[in-house]
């Protein structure tokens, strides 16, 4: 494991998923996106959600025992379709490799795949190559029979340096909160970017083409086949999600929610995209602020809420955001230390002996909300 300064510095980026998403919301809301297009190709079909699954991380992970390895991904993989219930999962990280072999054993299984490359922090070159080699299997994958779509790259404003200042995804959420940028490079910059990542995709990749774009990314929709969209946002009245969704058909192309989820304690939908922003990475290990009271009713009732609205606008595809973080572990009984709270996994990290050093023989638990989506997936997939 590496030194106090850096575990701290990834612990915290691992929080970070779904950030811009409230985020960007906030600062641009839906006036920010472009012309819509006549038509919408896989908006009016009623009844209900196609897809419905999953985000699976594959990472390198704070330490050999939180990283990704063949035999948990298959076992998380299997769980996922045979308890889980659900059809589709987003395999989502770093090293074309890992991402291959999971998207592999994915559709090996039967499941759809959702398959997005995010390197993050190093140069648009890099970046770009990523891409290339991932789509390329993708590709591969889709010749052989596979169901899969792939991802350009998720939140280029976090996760491309540049096109708002920071170091990484955190100092960039700082950055876009305390307004330090320029709205106009961030604009151009994101633009000229997607466009590359498009046309790379494009080149290696002959099957649906997206881009998990944060809410509120202004984002050239035309260079894709569908609109993803990274939600997080809360409303106490039901018909404003509808509204302010129904706006994605605008451009003609089925929508997917690529994201959505909340934290696991009293008032996190309310947080949004930024409800893991409540740890204290000062001390070690790392603390709750707050005092807040952990809730995975919150959690649940959320997602079933959210899951509704989707499957009433008979979007195309709904992802939640995650499967499990194996770098937040629940501490029963010591909330100051329960990292879980601040997870927006459907399974809690459980540990042997001390929470704070994870040995090879750390597993999951489900939530309550993975209950919940479980039996919402199997009643959909019965009808």
Known sequence: MAG????????????VGGAAAGTLGALAGLGAFGTARAGAAGGDRRGGLTLRGVNYEVTDGESPATGWNARRMRADLRAIRDALHAGSVMVFGDGVERLAATAEEAAGLGLHVWLQPRLGDVPEADILEHL?????????????????HLHVGC??????????????????????????YDPVHMARELRRFTGLAARTGRSVFRGALTYGAAHGEEVDWDLFDIVSVNYYEYHRDRAAYARELSA????????????????????????????????????????????????????????????????????YSATVYSFVTPDAPHWPGDPLHDLDIASYSLVRTIRGGDPSAPGPDWHWEPKESFRTLARLFARARRS
Request: glycine share 14%; net charge neutral; aromatic share 8%.
């Open 248 to 315: 994605y058909r605008r451009w003609g192309r089925p929508v997917a929610i690529s994201e959505c989820g909340t934290c696991t304690f009293e008032g996190a939908p309310e947080a949004g995209g930024m409800g893991w922003d409540v740890v204290d990475y000062g001390p070690y290990p790392p603390e709750i602020r707050g005092g807040l009271v952990r809730s995975e009713r919150a959690q649940a009732a959320y997602l079933a809420e959210v899951m509704d609205v989707f499957e009433s606008l008979s979007l």
């Open 155 to 180: 939140e280029f404003v976090l996760f491309v340096p540049g096109i708002v200042p920071g170091a990484d995804a955190v100092e960039r959420v700082r950055n876009l909160l305390d307004g330090t």
């Open 132 to 148: 290339a080699e991932t789509g390329r299997r993708a590709e591969h994958m889709r010749r052989q029979g596979a169901r899969v």
């Open 4 to 15: 106090g300064g850096e575990r701290k510095g990834i612990g915290r980026s691992r929080f």
